[in-house]
């Protein structure tokens, strides 16, 4: 007895399944890879420039940072909670008295994730005078990629993120001497 052996031959999709096929798996890898890139970025890197905010004040007033080019900008990032904050802010505002008649240089406060309460309750306790606002929808910080607070950005004349500080300040003086070299 013979058998039939004949064997049906193997089902191919057609040409143009595998390119679409393929063209949408390279997509997504690169949706990946981009995700990826822009999770790893960090914050904005030292002499890069820093794109342009608004931040509005507790007591109403809208700050530019357009406005403050050819000033070095002092950009401190703190919240209430926030116990190594309490241990700069004298600090910081020993050193904004020294620079504010100059105009030279601009201090901006940034309150993070906090309630208003609380963060005027904070500003008050330390004699906290330059400006300060709270990071509505976290976009300033976001921009930032900030990690915590205290975290401090000091810009340049030009607008160029000059130096970073995470973490407190020990004191006006490690402060002043950053802001003091952009002023020569």
């Given at each position: 007895?013979?058998?039939?052996?004949?064997?049906?031959?193997?089902?191919?999709?057609?040409?143009?399944?595998?390119?679409?096929?393929?063209?949408?798996?390279?997509?997504?890898?690169?949706?990946?890879?981009?995700?990826?890139?822009?999770?790893?970025?960090?914050?904005?890197?030292?002499?890069?420039?820093?794109?342009?905010?608004?931040?509005?004040?507790?007591?109403?007033?809208?700050?530019?940072?357009?406005?403050?080019?050819?000033?070095?900008?002092?950009?401190?990032?703190?919240?209430?909670?926030?116990?190594?904050?309490?241990?700069?802010?004298?600090?910081?505002?020993?050193?904004?008295?020294?620079?504010?008649?100059?105009?030279?240089?601009?201090?901006?406060?940034?309150?993070?994730?906090?309630?208003?309460?609380?963060?005027?309750?904070?500003?008050?306790?330390?004699?906290?005078?330059?400006?300060?606002?709270?990071?509505?929808?976290?976009?300033?910080?976001?921009?930032?990629r900030i990690r915590g607070v205290p975290e401090t950005y000091i810009l340049d004349q030009e607008g160029k993120l000059h130096s970073v500080k995470i973490g407190p300040f020990a004191s006006s003086a490690e402060l002043e001497a950053i802001v003091d070299r952009l002023l020569e």
């Open positions: 007895m013979q058998t039939n052996t004949t064997t049906a031959a193997p089902r191919q999709l057609p040409l143009w399944v595998i390119a679409v096929a393929f063209v949408l798996l390279v997509g997504f890898l690169g949706l990946i890879a981009w995700g990826l890139r822009r999770a790893n970025e960090g914050p904005i890197r030292i002499g890069d420039r820093v794109p342009a905010f608004t931040l509005t004040t507790f007591d109403g007033q809208t700050i530019h940072t357009d406005d403050l080019k050819g000033k070095v900008i002092v950009l401190n990032f703190w919240a209430s909670w926030c116990k190594p904050c309490e241990e700069e802010a004298a600090a910081l505002e020993q050193s904004w008295q020294k620079y504010k008649a100059g105009g030279e240089v601009a201090f901006l406060g940034v309150d993070y994730v906090d309630t208003e309460p609380e963060a005027l309750a904070y500003l008050d306790k330390f004699g906290i005078t330059y400006p300060n606002g709270p990071d509505l929808r976290t976009q300033i910080s976001q921009m930032f």
